[in-house]
């Protein structure tokens, strides 16, 4: 593998030194009608001080983004309105963070509406002394500030068997980042101290739907933790307001939102989000239970379906990467469905269990063509293929295998310039 990674860095250097300046200055430029008609007026006035700014705080003292920015989260159609997805518009993204407001949210009883000053959290069962916990209580404890991703292992699920939504939004938008702080499960521990028998918690929200899930002792003391913080302020009410279990790496269902319990417990409790949902059917007819790790997986958000590239010239190649295994070791990019393969240039220095951007300049010459991404892990787990993962997994029918959908996508670029989501 190494040595087919060095022959193809050797490949690309040689491209990229004719190509890349070549590209430049042959490159599109922005025509004047790519800014729209209502931006031009505010687009360098001729004289700015005829034009008042507006006031400071006229916001009523909590900002918002530009009136020029229009992103948003879209719902995934659900037939009943309180058991909902909505999507991150990834493509739309800069940097490895989420803004909270596009953070995905996934619930199955709605947002509850919960005072923080009426909210506590129990830790009972086998422990040395149960406690309840307030929020007060919570924050004299020392906290941790993280970046992690969350993805729904759900992610993609439509996309197994055929290519059927259309946009990034759509295949991979279960999928966001934030920096968490809260406590670690593990000084709560200490808090109330274990029993040697407790190696399985069970983790209690406090919605509609009292979402549970039981989580191995091990992965909680590892690195669980309590977050009240997201992104530099309060959890936001979406996303676990006032608290919410985060299990970085592991899949999205079990960072219980709305925390209010947790139950140490000799064995798992068995619920209905462990063995009706979140478990996957393989070939043979059994199924894997308790498959919390989220595998390696990457997406190139630009260009991505449904846009349309201007010409050939040089474009910024750009997506994600991320593993519930560790670190991101490299992504690589094809310009030609997978046959060949070259390094791309991350923008940060990959942390555990966090989203990392990557970039790659690409000229396109104006010839139809696929596009992919692949992440490697610190474990040395490379992303598979689709074929590679129904290969393991079983193929067995449209419906069967659902979750944790990690393969390479495909976005093929038409000699238009349209890209669409394809399975190559
Ligand atoms: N209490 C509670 N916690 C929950 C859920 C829920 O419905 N209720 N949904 C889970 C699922 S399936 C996912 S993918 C994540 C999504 O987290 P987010 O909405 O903050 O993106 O929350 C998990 N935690
Ligand atoms: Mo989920």
């Known amino acids: ?245 985060l299990l970085p790496g592991y899949e999205g269902n079990t960072h219980i939102k709305w925390l209010r319990r947790l139950e140490v417990s000799d064995k798992p409790f068995m619920t209905r989000e462990e063995t009706s949902k979140y478990t996957d059917l393989m070939g043979d007819g059994r199924a894997r239970l308790f498959s919390l790790d989220m595998d390696a997986k990457s997406v190139i958000t630009f260009p991505s379906g449904e846009m349309r590239l201007p010409g050939p010239g040089i474009y910024n190649v750009t997506g994600f990467a991320w593993s519930g295994r560790g670190r991101v070791q490299a992504v690589d990019v094809s310009l030609d469905a997978g046959k060949t393969w070259y390094p791309a240039y991350l923008g940060s220095t990959p942390e555990p269990m966090c989203t990392v951007r990557f970039t790659f300049p690409w000229t396109w010459d104006g010839t139809p063509t696929v596009l992919q991404s692949r992440c490697l892990d610190e474990t040395g787990y490379v992303q598979p293929t689709r074929q590679q993962l129904l290969a393991i997994r079983g193929d067995h029918g449209p419906s069967a295998s659902i979750y944790h959908l990690n393969a390479i996508q495909s976005w093929s670029i038409a000699s238009t310039g349209e890209v669409s989501n394809v399975h190559a």
Request: with cysteine; glycine share 10%.
């Open 1 to 245: 593998m190494f040595a087919t990674r060095d022959a193809d860095r050797r490949r690309f250097l040689f491209a990229a030194g004719s190509g890349i300046a070549a590209a430049l200055s042959a490159g599109p430029t922005l025509a004047d009608d790519a800014v729209p008609a209502g931006a031009r007026h505010f687009d360098v006035p001729d004289d700015p001080t005829k034009e008042q700014g507006r006031p400071v705080a006229a916001d009523g003292g909590y900002g918002s983004r530009s009136q020029f920015e229009k992103a948003v989260r879209v719902r995934y159609p659900t037939p009943n309105e309180h058991t909902s997805w909505s999507l991150t518009p990834l493509a739309a993204l800069v940097g490895n963070i989420t803004p909270s407001g596009l953070h995905f949210e996934r619930h199955h009883g709605g947002i509850p509406t919960i005072d923080p000053d009426h909210h506590s959290l129990v830790v009972h069962g086998l422990v040395g002394t149960p406690k309840r916990f307030s929020m007060d209580d919570l924050r004299r404890l020392p906290s941790v500030t993280r970046k992690h991703f969350i993805e729904c292992s759900g992610n993609g699920l439509t996309e197994w068997k055929k290519p059927t939504l259309k946009n990034v939004q759509g295949t991979h938008g279960l999928l966001s980042t934030s920096e968490w702080t809260g406590v670690l499960f593990s000084t709560l521990a200490r808090e109330v101290g274990l029993q040697e028998e407790g190696v399985w918690v069970l983790a209690e929200g406090a919605d509609a739907a009292v979402m549970t899930r039981s989580i191995p002792m091990e992965k909680l003391l590892k690195d669980g933790i309590i977050a009240y913080g997201q992104n530099g302020e309060a959890i936001r009410p979406e996303q676990g307001y006032p608290m919410r279990l």
